[in-house]
């Protein structure tokens, strides 16, 4: 039985980059069909539905950040941001509404794919010992249908955010360093800012409606990383 061809839409302002991108990519073994606005970027993640966006952050007609926050209303799909600023606010607000990982430019196209391959390859099945429903007080998280209810109400997280919760949830007891989490969630080969986690992190807790201060769900071990709030 022949695989399917993986479809990877780069959307990129920059026609020599977006080019040199797709062309890495489909060398890797993917579809890589490009746009260069952020209006054509919904439209066409409407009718490929592509299995990873890379999503640039400086985009005529829409910026990268709104996007992603419109993606995020139709599709689950991985999101991989790029952007020419390094300051962390933008880094955080591309994170923030739903981007599973991001790039700095100028980056190694080679990079990019092997960032690519690794959301590729990040989906678990969870073993049948692992996988009932865990529960924290209001909080209960179903890792067989990947869905997380706050008092009973649906709670929308995305992949990455989902994919933190799951291994948090599976041994409350244990603190997850950063490198820790990343080697489970994104890839052992990941190479970037640990602090990505943080993000992802405060995304959760703010979906969770979690206080870092007196935390209900999340804790930070100081030193360390994070843990389920288990008393």
């Known amino acids: 039985m022949v695989e399917a061809v993986r479809t990877v839409l780069v959307v990129e302002d920059e026609k020599d980059l977006a080019a040199m991108v797709g062309s890495y990519l489909e060398r890797g073994g993917y579809a890589a069909p490009l746009v260069h606005t952020g209006p054509d970027a919904i439209d066409a993640a409407h009718g490929l539905q592509p299995d990873v966006i890379v ?16 993606l995020r209303t139709f599709t689950d799909c991985y999101i991989l941001m790029l952007t020419a600023r390094a300051e962390e606010v933008d880094t955080i607000v591309g994170l923030s509404v739903g981007a599973d990982d991001y790039l700095t430019k100028p980056f190694r196209p080679r990079e990019l794919v092997a960032r690519v391959q690794a959301l590729l390859r990040r989906p678990r099945h969870q073993a049948p010992s692992v996988a009932q429903l ?98």
Not at 55 to 70: S, T
Not at 149 to 157: A, D, F, Q, R, Y
Not at 189 to 217: C, Q, S, T
């Open 55 to 70: 999503l640039d952050l400086g985009l005529p007609g829409l910026d990268g950040v709104e996007v992603c926050r419109r």
């Open 134 to 231: 865990r529960v924290f007080g209001s909080l209960a998280v179903d890792p067989a249908g990947r869905r997380v209810t706050l008092s009973g109400e649906p709670v929308v997280l995305t992949r990455t955010e989902f994919d933190i919760l799951a291994l948090l949830t599976a041994s409350p007891a244990l603190a997850f360093a950063r490198r820790q989490i990343i080697d489970e969630v994104w890839d052992p080969a990941w190479v970037g800012d640990e602090h990505v986690v943080d993000v992802h992190i405060a995304h959760l807790r703010n979906k969770l409606g979690d206080d870092p201060v007196e935390p209900r769900y999340i804790d930070t071990v100081r030193g360390v990383g994070y843990r389920m709030v288990t008393r």
